[in-house]
């Protein structure tokens, strides 16, 4: 709906009506009429009837409107939408990634065919990202050395761009699972403690950064960061080959004590991806551990329109200022040169 500031402003709106009837006239004095001889010919030059009556329209109704406009506009017009709610609390989620040189294993299926478990986390986590919609997202992407991709921020489009454009060995060769912890709490710190959480996705075992995991998640734990730390790599295999069946396991590498001991310190969880399903259950699952605090406040946007009759009071102004230009300065050489022909006509 419409709505103004300033309803008073509407009073004005008679103002030049009152002005009009109530203010004194003007005095008047009489003075000797001024005979012009050659009046015909200026009259003639004033324009058609028709032209002067549409300059007599525009001079008696756009004051009026362009009044009006400024009347409105003076009144702080705005436009009221419909009723948005508010999270009363939101949480702060940081994701860090793995983007070590093991990652790059294609020990995961997507669609039928093979993937890294990159690829296999890209397209997972986009959905998760997706449906955190009341939650501000950081992402972190860390190989031998930890980097902040993204700050905190409410715009997810951006999130997920960051992290599909993101690349194995960007980062280094190496996991610096500690240094990641340690940069999420450096930018986490000055939020709210109740809404600090980690999303942590490794496939191995810290090798490299000066902060252990272990003292990293001690750290975490006094500042009120929780941590979810997801172990990725799939499951051991049976490969059959020329010999016979080989019993491999692809997450060998992988240091599940660590990051359930890290889960622990913090009070968060440790979670097992060994496929896209069971990936797609911890997304779910973590969907239900942090949901954001339901919705108690609200508001309506507001639109400002002062400037519309503004615009339009401008527009009229311009028009009567053009009439009036073409009215007297496209016919002022005509006049003058009737007045000189009419001049000399009386002097022969």
């Known amino acids: ?6 309803w008073g402003a509407f009073l004005f709106l008679p103002l030049p009506w009152l002005i009009k009837w109530f203010a004194p006239a003007a ?3 009489e003075q000797a009429a001024l005979r012009v001889p050659f009046y015909n010919d200026l009259k003639e030059l004033g324009g058609t009837t028709k032209h002067r009556r549409r300059h007599g329209f525009i001079n008696r ?8 406009c400024l009347v409105f506009a003076a009144s702080g017009l705005h436009l009221i939408g419909p009723l948005v709610k508010l999270p009363s609390e939101s949480r702060d989620l940081m994701i860090a990634v793995d983007l070590s040189t093991s990652m790059n294993r294609t020990d995961y299926q997507l669609e039928g065919r093979d993937v890294d478990r990159l690829q296999a986390i890209k397209s997972v986590l986009s959905d998760f990202i997706e449906r955190r919609e009341e939650d501000r997202l950081g992402l972190i992407l860390f190989g031998t050395k930890a980097y902040l991709q993204s700050p905190l921020t409410y715009d997810k489009t ?7 454009e993101s690349q194995i060995g960007i980062a280094g060769s190496k996991t610096a699972i500690g240094d990641a912890i340690g940069l999420a709490i450096k930018k986490l710190k000055s939020r709210p403690t109740q809404s600090r959480v980690l999303i942590l996705l490794t496939d191995g075992t810290n090798t490299s950064g000066e902060l ?3 003292k990293a998640a001690q750290l975490a734990a006094t500042t009120g960061l929780k941590i979810y730390t997801i172990g990725i790599g799939a499951k051991k ?6 010999l016979g069946s080989t019993r491999v396991d692809p997450s060998k590498d992988l240091d599940e004590e660590t990051l359930k001991t890290i889960a622990e310190i913090t009070g968060g969880q440790y979670f097992r991806g060994q496929d896209l399903k069971k990936l797609e259950e911890i997304y779910a699952l973590l969907d239900e551990l942090e949901p954001a605090d339901s919705d108690k406040a609200s508001l309506r946007p507001r639109r400002a329109l002062f ?6 009071a401008l527009i009229l102004s311009a028009i009567m200022v053009l009439q009036h230009l073409f009215k007297y300065g496209v016919h002022l050489p005509n006049i003058r040169s009737s007045i000189s022909e009419a001049s000399n006509k009386k002097a022969l």
Do not use: C, E, K
């Not at 109704?61 to 009006?68: A, D």
């Open 1 to 6: 709906m419409i709505s103004a500031d300033w």
């Open 237 to 242: 295999q049976t490969i059959r080959g020329l």
């Open 158 to 164: 951006t999130i997920a761009i960051l992290l599909n």
């Open 61 to 68: 109704v756009f004051p009026h409107l362009i009044w009006f």
């Open 307 to 312: 400037h519309w009759p503004l615009g339009i």
């Open 212 to 214: 252990t995991p272990i």
């Open 27 to 29: 005095p008047t004095t």
